[in-house]
Every structure is written in C-alpha cells, then in structure tokens.
T-cell receptor, first 113, second 109 residues
C-alpha cells in the first residue's frame, strides 16, 4: 500500500496570507490527524478527523482549521499567517480506533516571511 | 507544550553498543507508541505497546511500559550508524498522540 502523502512538501508564504495543506491517508484508513512541529514547542496535536467529523482538537487558535472529505483525504487551512506558524506540519492516518497505530506522512515545511 | 518528558535529551554511542531512552507521560493512556525521525522528516513508526502490556520486542527494539509510574523505555540493541535519529514516545488517548520532547541519538562509527 502507498503511504501517507502530503502536498505540497515545501511552502513559503508571507505574513497575513493563508495556506491550505493537503493529506491523503493510507488506503482504507478513515482517520486523519494533524500535528505541528516546531523547535520550541515540539510536536503538538492540531485536530483529528474521522468520517468527515472532527473528533478532537488541540489548543490552537481558530485560524487553524481543517476538514475531511468523503474519500478520507483531509486539508488543513491556516489563515492570517504569523511568523510563528513556520513549522513542519505532519499528518497521520489510522484505521480510526483509539488503539490503532498512526502512520505519518513526510510533512509540509511551511516558512512564513 | 508537550505532555511528556524524555530522558536523556541526547545520547552519543559507539556502533554496536546499546541505546536506552526513557519516557514519562502524564495522563491515562490507551497505548504508547515510539517513533523515529531523521533530520526533520516524517515520523517512522517503530513499535506500539498497549496499556495492558509490560514488555514488547521487535527486532533490535525492546520496549517496556510501567503504567503505575507512567513511564516507558526503549532499548535499541547492537546499534548501527543508520540508527542515528531523534526518537519520540507518544502516549495515545482520545484519538490523539501526545509527544515527548524526544531523544537525539548519534551512533558513531
């Protein structure tokens, strides 16, 4: 099976712009989670979707949003970008039960100038 | 902020030696998972241990879990240069992973 794919892999934006990142899960996986990784805060949970419904959300401002489509693909959007949003954004997919392994994609490296 | 702590923050060992890293977490868990990350790339899943398990092996990896102490350890035996990476533990609960700060392991040839 193909792994988790994320597009784009690299992105450069300026402050105030918005960005949309995409994640395609492993075939058959219905859960997609998003994480932000920065040198200062480490790996932090953003949100998780299952069957197009958000089941859990981390402590991020409302500028961070996501959605999941009927084919389980997911997008996350960040509006009004700030310098501190520069990070590696990782998505992970799983079968959807709390006990399942999460498999990560290669990430999208976002740089905000 | 992260949910757990990892110890040590960095580890440098000779090829062939064993590497041990520890992880603590704060809340109840469904399972605990260990991941490896090379140079800011994606996370590679190494092993999952369920909350009702105490020890698990996979190849050169051995993981222990002590739910009474809310701690876990990862042992990599007979290390290789290719094991050079950052290692993260992640406690799983409520459909999310809470990561530790990670241990950076350098294996010297």
């Amino acid at each position: 099976k193909a792994g988790v794919t994320q597009t784009p892999r690299y992105l450069i934006k300026t402050r105030g712009q918005q960005v949309t990142l995409s994640c395609s899960p492993i075939s058959g996986h219905r859960s997609v989670s998003w994480y932000q990784q920065t040198p200062g805060q480490g790996l932090q949970f953003l949100f998780e979707y299952f069957s197009e419904t958000q089941r859990n959300k981390g402590n991020f401002p409302g500028r961070f949003s996501g959605r999941q489509f009927s084919n389980s693909r997911s997008e996350m959007n960040v509006s009004t970008l700030e310098l501190g949003d520069s990070a590696l954004y990782l998505c992970a997919s799983s079968l959807g039960q709390d006990r399942n392994t999460q498999y990560f994609g290669p990430g999208t490296r976002l740089t905000v100038l | 902020s992260q949910q757990g702590e990892e110890d040590p923050q960095a580890l440098s060992i000779q090829e062939g030696e064993n590497a041990t890293m520890n992880c603590s977490y704060k809340t109840s868990i469904n399972n605990l998972q260990w991941y490896r990350q090379n140079s800011g790339r994606g996370l590679v899943h190494l092993i999952l241990i369920r909350s009702n398990e105490r020890e698990k092996h996979s190849g050169r990896l051995r993981v222990t879990l002590d739910t009474s102490k809310k701690s876990s350890s990862l042992l990599i035996t007979a290390s290789r240069a290719a094991d050079t990476a950052s290692y993260f533990c992640a406690s799983s609960n409520d459909y999310k992973l809470s990561f530790g700060a990670g241990t950076t392991v350098t294996v010297r040839a």
